[in-house]
C-alpha cells in the first residue's frame, strides 16, 4: 500500500526550521535597531552645538543657549531650534563639565524628590500634575517680573510662589543649589528632540495645539 502523504504543516521538522529562522531572524533586527538607536540617544558636544550639527539630545551646554520651537511641514510637528546666547543664572559661558554636573544635580533631586509620582517626563511617570517635558517652555514662566530660570527655582523652593493652579505642589525642602540643577535639567529636557511628544503640550507660541 502506497504511503498516505503528509502535510507540510504536520511536519515537525518543518515547524522546528520555522521557530529557528523566526528567532535568528528577530534576533539579529534587533541587534540591528539597538545599533541604529544609539547614535541617536546619544548627548551631543558643544562642539556640535556651534556647527549646527542637531542632535535628538543635545549637549548639556545648551542652557547657554535660547531654546524655541519650529513647526516642521516635513514632520508635522514642531521641532526644537537652539537660538542665540542666553544668560542662565546670570550666565552664559558654563563648560561642558560644569553644565554636565548642574544637571546631574538636577537629575539626582528628581529622582530624589520623586517627582515622577505626580508628574510626567519625557513619556513616564504620573497624570496628578503637569508633564515637566517642556515645562521649561510653559509661558506662565514668561510672564514673571524677574528671570524665568529664577521664578522657576523659587516655585520649585516654595510652591506657594507663583502658584498658578488650584491643585498645588507640596514644598519638597529643595535647596537653592538642587533648584538651580533642576531648572537646568528642565530646559536641557525641553531641547530634546522627542518627534512632538508630548502632542498636547502646544503651548508655546507659533504651536499647532497652542493654546
Ligand atoms: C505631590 C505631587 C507633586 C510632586 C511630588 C511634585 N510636584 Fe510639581 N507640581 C505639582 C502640582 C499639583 C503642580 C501644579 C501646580 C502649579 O503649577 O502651581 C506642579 C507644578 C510643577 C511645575 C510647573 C509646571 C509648568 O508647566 O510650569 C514644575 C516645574 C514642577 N511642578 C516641578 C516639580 C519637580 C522638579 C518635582 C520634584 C522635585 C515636583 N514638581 C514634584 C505636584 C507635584
Not at 28 to 48: K, N, R, S, V, Y
Not at 87 to 112: H, I
Not at 148 to 166: G, R, V
Not at 179 to 197: E, W
Request: charged share 25%; hydrophobic share 40%.
Amino acid at each position: 500500500m502506497a504511503e498516505k502523504p503528509t502535510s507540510v504543516w504536520m511536519s515537525i521538522s518543518f515547524w522546528k526550521r520555522s521557530a529557528g529562522w523566526v528567532t535568528g531572524v528577530a534576533a539579529a533586527l534587533l541587534i540591528w535597531l539597538t545599533f541604529d538607536t544609539i547614535p541617536q540617544m546619544l548627548m551631543g558636544t558643544d562642539e556640535d552645538m556651534q556647527n549646527g550639527v542637531t542632535k535628538r539630545v543635545p549637549s548639556p551646554t545648551v542652557i547657554n543657549y535660547k531654546i524655541t520651537y519650529e513647526m516642521s511641514e516635513k514632520r508635522g510637528h514642531e521641532v526644537p531650534v537652539i537660538g542665540e546666547k542666553e544668560e542662565f543664572f546670570g550666565r552664559s559661558d558654563y563648560s561642558y563639565d560644569e553644565a554636565f554636573a548642574l544637571l546631574n544635580l538636577g537629575k539626582l533631586t528628581v529622582q530624589g524628590k520623586n517627582c515622577m509620582n505626580c508628574h510626567t517626563l519625557l513619556g513616564n511617570g504620573a497624570y496628578y500634575a503637569p508633564d515637566l517635558t517642556k515645562a521649561w517652555l510653559d509661558p506662565r514662566w514668561e510672564n514673571v517680573a524677574g528671570k524665568k530660570e529664577e521664578a522657576m527655582a523659587e516655585f520649585l523652593m516654595d510652591p506657594s510662589t507663583y502658584t498658578h493652579s488650584e491643585r498645588m505642589m507640596p514644598k519638597l525642602g529643595i535647596t537653592a543649589d538642587e533648584a538651580k540643577g533642576v531648572v537646568a535639567f528642565l530646559k536641557h529636557m525641553s531641547s530634546i528632540d522627542t518627534n512632538g511628544f508630548p502632542r498636547n503640550f502646544g503651548k508655546i507660541k507659533g504651536a499647532i495645539n497652542a493654546r
